[in-house]
């Protein structure tokens, strides 16, 4: 499956794309970061929940990081003792149970960089973002119709174009799926950061 990725993304320069790709995947941070980018209803939750799924089911602590692109404020259950705090005026409030650490933070001008860098303080093997279409981080976008093509043109550290119409995407000079057949993509993405990337083995931190 890789194999074919470099070559149908070879057409992109004379040097093996997966090289140029891999020295644009280089970042800041101790993880790999993997962004799925589209318009809404292009399938960005469903291609992120089958990645994470398969990700973690191959030993990866996957994290995951959500832009709420609608306005207003991600969804919260009011009238828990956490939600009373952060109303009363708490910068950051959290909750702790058996299994489960929940955090929240009023911070209303937060960067991206500055939200990733809460997920430094965590053992993570790669971190997955779902929306922020200009950052510059390696991402696959999801195209529903033609008008969506021009995005193609306007983002940046292009791996992988899916669609649900692969007419739409069939003579893209990049590596494209299908995204009812996303799951036979899917060996191939892992192998691509894992390997290409050499940063992962089997889940572990080398």
């Given at each position: 499956?890789?194999?074919v ?13 997966f ?5 644009k995947?280089?970042n ?11 318009y ?12 994470i799924?398969y990700?973690s089911?191959m ?5 995951t990081?959500?832009h709420?692109?609608?306005?207003g404020e991600?969804?919260q259950?009011?009238e ?5 705090h952060?109303?009363?005026g708490?910068?950051i ?9 929940q955090?929240?933070v ?8 500055e939200l990733?860098?809460?997920y430094t ?5 790669i ?7 200009r ?6 976008v ?18 992988a ?10 003579s893209?000079?990049y590596?494209t ?12 993405l ?17």
């Amino acid at each position: 499956m890789v194999l074919v990725l470099e070559k149908r993304m070879g057409k992109l320069g004379d040097e093996p794309s997966f090289l140029i790709m891999r020295d644009k995947m280089q970042n800041k941070w101790d993880f790999p970061i993997f962004q799925i980018v589209g318009y809404k209803k292009s399938g960005k939750t469903t291609v992120m929940q089958e990645i994470i799924r398969y990700f973690s089911s191959m030993g990866l602590q996957v994290g995951t990081l959500k832009h709420h692109g609608h306005g207003g404020e991600p969804e919260q259950v009011k009238e828990t003792d956490s939600y009373k705090h952060l109303k009363s005026g708490a910068a950051i409030s959290s909750v702790k149970g058996k299994n489960q650490f929940q955090i929240t933070v009023n911070h209303a001008t937060a960067e991206l960089d500055e939200l990733i860098q809460f997920y430094t303080l965590l053992p993570l093997d790669i971190l997955l973002i779902e929306g922020y279409k200009r950052a510059e981080y390696p991402k696959i976008v999801l195209i529903r119709n033609k008008e969506d093509l021009q995005l193609l043109g306007n983002l940046s550290n292009i791996i992988a174009v899916g669609a649900r119409d692969t007419a739409l995407i069939k003579s893209l000079n990049y590596f494209t799926f299908q995204l009812e057949e996303l799951n036979n993509f899917l060996p191939g993405l892992m192998e691509y950061i894992t390997v290409k990337l050499e940063v992962f083995e089997k889940g572990t931190r080398k």
